[in-house]
């Protein structure tokens, strides 16, 4: 064979392996496909006040037939200066993860259909206008928690980062309750320019609350007048404003919580309490004064010398006095 024979002979041979090695790595390119799996996030509440905490959560739904190894969970936080709450749950119940900032723990061995709920809350650093926390969830993990040699699966991909704001509106008051029997309010002082001041009280622990009153502010529903359901209810004789409270996602509690509101002048002798059902219908009901022995819930009190009435309720929505 002649040495010009042999070159191209092995020529030819070396890009048979070429190509052999391209086909096995686009292969390989092909098979590495990203286990499937849903991520979302969100801040609880969007806005908070400024003795208030900011809540985030989020949730990882697994969909893959294939078993994961681990899974890293990540929560890289800017504008705090430490981790208040922490609770994950995999499929509904707790699991451990550190509370840290920034969070960051790992499970084993996830199967199809298994899902995580992560609520964090974080103390916002004195100053600061708004806190920002980024839920990942991956195979490898993060920097955080491997040194920052991090490769591998990640959810949701791009990454999401979620902002809570500080709000200055001296009408609202929000946040993220890390303690059972907290409470949330804003702007306490009443006045003749601020002529009610709502707050809430025995909260249970980690559930975003917030509250919202004022001349300018209107209900999602407003009183319903003539309503045969609701033969107490006078829509031409309100007082005060009304103040809407939220207390985690809209639900209603088996154990009630108050909403205590502040009157600058007029003394109510019931309320209208405006909402939603479990079934998205609105809804209207009067509520009156407690009896002094065995109270039946909703109903409220009256401190004359505060100017306050404390109102034992089990849903959100809108009061206003009549």
Known sequence: ????????????????????????????????????????????????????????????????GSTLA?????????????????????????????????VACVFKSIRFDEQFVVVAAFHPIPGSTSVSATIGWSTTGSSSNDGGTSHGDTWPTPLVTQTATLSTDSNYGGGFNVVAGGGIGNGQSVSASNRQATRLADLQAGLAATVLDGATNLP???????????????????????????VGDGQSFDTPFTVLIVFYSGTPKGFVHTYFDANGDPQQEFIGSCAKKNPVYPCFTWSASTNTATIYTFHNGSYKGQ
């Open 70 to 102: 681990k899974l890293f969970l990540d929560i890289p936080v800017t504008g705090a200066d430490s981790n208040v709450y922490l609770l994950v749950t995999r499929n509904g119940k707790p699991v451990a993860c550190a509370m840290a900032l920034p």
């Open 220 to 246: 999602d529903i407003d009183c319903i007048p003539n309503d045969p359901s609701t033969p107490q209810v006078d829509c031409s004789a309100l007082i005060g404003e009304w103040s809407d409270v939220s």
């Open 1 to 64: 064979m002649s040495p010009s024979t042999f070159r191209r002979v092995a020529g030819g041979a070396a890009a048979t392996l070429l190509i052999g090695a391209t086909l096995l790595s686009t292969a390989g390119l092909t098979l590495a496909t990203v286990p499937s799996a849903t991520a979302t996030s969100e801040a609880i509440p969007a806005q908070y006040s400024a003795t208030g905490n900011a809540g985030f959560r989020g949730f990882y739904h697994y969909t893959d």
